[in-house]
């Protein structure tokens, strides 16, 4: 039997909701299955765990990580701690130090979702996300504090090698899909230097993959594409700032945060990948029992993907669809459902 080594890092609000939800999924999947097994070891860092130990990861945190085959994360973020602080705490150590550079949000209307676009059954998209270095490498910093002359500055890094690879991932995926059609996303225009080089290299790599044609959009003009012409597009590359942002809107077009997943990946295996639901930490519903597990179920089956568990993958994806069909939805789509009747009705399809 296959067995593999799952960290599940719950985290915040809704996370611990939801990462419950999958992890119960899962475990049908692998009993259902037969063919493979889930180690799974919780991690109890959260913005509780900060607020009392002073820190999100205790010292030899992420080595111990590093020994499992993939991170089941639930959000990060609580409105008693600072953003920054919890993101950088938690999420972005884990992505940076593990060279997750790889950020994959796929973006569909699920079978009985209606998307708020007229036109959004056309969706099926993947972004890409690179996720290591651009808007959020971290450099900068800010001096005289409080002062009038007080100044912070905010730096995007672009390196040759991770502006390379990253595009290099995004044609290879665009090649695997049926349109085969990639869009760089880019603000070139004005921003001359750090992305007139983004520019550059992608039509660099673009050169060794002939069969998959090619678009520039800024990243302005994205945004309405992709609301006017979602069947322009197919996969995007874009940077850590403008996917994130891209993603969100992929997301709502799509019918709901809570159905949209993501992966981040380390494409070359040196370390785990780590794969969690889009949706964050939601204060808002947390502990009301109607937060959406989809988004984890769908995140669960790209981890499934990720370690080579295709069919499992393949069989989790059709008991998602299978629930949503049936419209046993959650709030945030219009339903009544809660967390566990449609944990409830996963678990049955599968």
């Excluded at 219009?334 to 049955?348: K, N």
Aim: hydrophobic share 40%; net charge negative.
């Amino acid at each position: 039997m296959r067995e593999y080594k799952i960290a599940a890092i719950p985290g915040d609000g809704i996370g611990t909701e939801v990462i419950a939800a999958g992890l119960a999924a899962l475990k049908v999947l692998a009993e259902r299955d037969g063919g493979f097994k889930l180690n799974v070891e919780h991690f109890p860092w959260s913005s509780d765990y900060y607020k009392k130990n002073g820190y999100y990861i205790p010292d030899g945190g992420l080595a111990k990580l590093k020994t499992f085959d993939a991170i089941f994360f639930g959000a990060v973020g609580a409105p008693d701690v600072p953003d920054h602080v919890s993101l950088w705490g938690l999420r972005l150590p884990i992505c940076q130090g593990f060279d997750q550079y790889a950020n994959v949000r796929p973006a569909r209307v699920l079978p009985g979702v209606t998307s708020p676009l007229a036109g959004g059954e056309r969706i099926d998209w993947v972004i890409i996300r690179e996720n290591s270095e651009g808007e959020y490498s971290g450099s900068g910093g800010r001096v005289h504090r409080g002062l009038p002359e007080e100044l912070a500055t905010e730096t995007s890094i672009f390196t040759r090698n991770g502006v390379e690879r990253i595009h290099r991932f995004a044609f290879e995926l665009a090649n695997k899909r049926p349109r085969k059609h990639l869009t760089l996303v880019t603000k070139s225009n004005a921003q001359r230097h750090g992305m007139v080089m983004w520019d550059e290299i992608f039509y660099e790599v673009a050169k060794n993959y002939p069969k998959v044609e090619t678009q520039r959009v800024l990243v302005d003009a994205v945004t309405t594409q992709m609301v006017l012409k979602p069947y322009m597009l197919d996969t995007f590359v874009a940077t850590n700032l403008h996917a994130d942002i891209l993603s969100d809107l992929a997301a709502a077009l799509s019918g709901s945060l809570g159905i949209a997943p993501t992966a981040n990946l380390n494409p070359e295996r040196k370390f785990p990948s780590m794969f969690e639901p889009i949706h964050g930490s939601a204060f808002d519903i947390t502990g009301k029992g109607i937060a959406n597990p989809i988004a984890t179920f769908w995140t669960a089956s790209m981890m499934l993907e990720h370690l080579g568990e295709k069919e499992g993958a393949l069989r989790m994806m059709k008991a998602i669809e299978a629930v949503t069909a049936k419209k046993i939805h959650t709030p945030d789509l219009g339903g009544e459902a809660t967390t566990e009747i449609v944990t409830s009705a996963v678990c049955d399809a599968l």
